[in-house]
Nanobody
């Protein structure tokens, strides 16, 4: 499997970004794709996830209502739209894949077997 993130950048508070996690069509169909973020010295934090069939999505409480995860079948990506960004959203965002589908384990880092390299998001106040 191969996962590649893109779309990070620097924005002011209140701005928006769209991150993409590119993978093969088979990978996106087979696995749940999760987005996590991490800042130096902190634990990797679950952000959102979407099951392979695209029928179920999960969000952390900190991003619910501001971030949206979706699948672009034409581009073979799972995208994360970030709206209403805050300085505390600044982090390296990474996508990963898991065979899990339930609402509990998709939020756990060790559930994921393969990770992309990440894309940096910086939000200034």
């Amino acid at each position: 499997a191969q996962l590649e993130e893109s779309g990070g950048g620097s924005v002011q508070a209140g701005g928006s970004l769209r991150l993409s996690c590119a993978a093969s069509e088979r990978t996106l169909r087979t696995y749940t794709i999760g987005w996590f973020r991490q800042t130096p010295g902190k634990e990797r934090e679950f952000v959102a996830a979407m099951t392979g069939r695209g029928d179920t999505t999960y969000y952390s409480d900190s991003v619910k209502g501001r971030f949206t995860i979706s699948k672009d079948t034409a581009k073979n990506t799972v995208d994360l739209e970030l709206i209403g960004l805050r300085p505390e959203d600044s982090a390296v965002y990474r996508c990963a894949l898991t065979t899990n589908r339930d609402s509990v384990t998709v939020r756990i880092v060790r559930s994921y077997s393969f990770w992309g390299q990440g894309t940096q998001v910086n939000v200034s106040s």
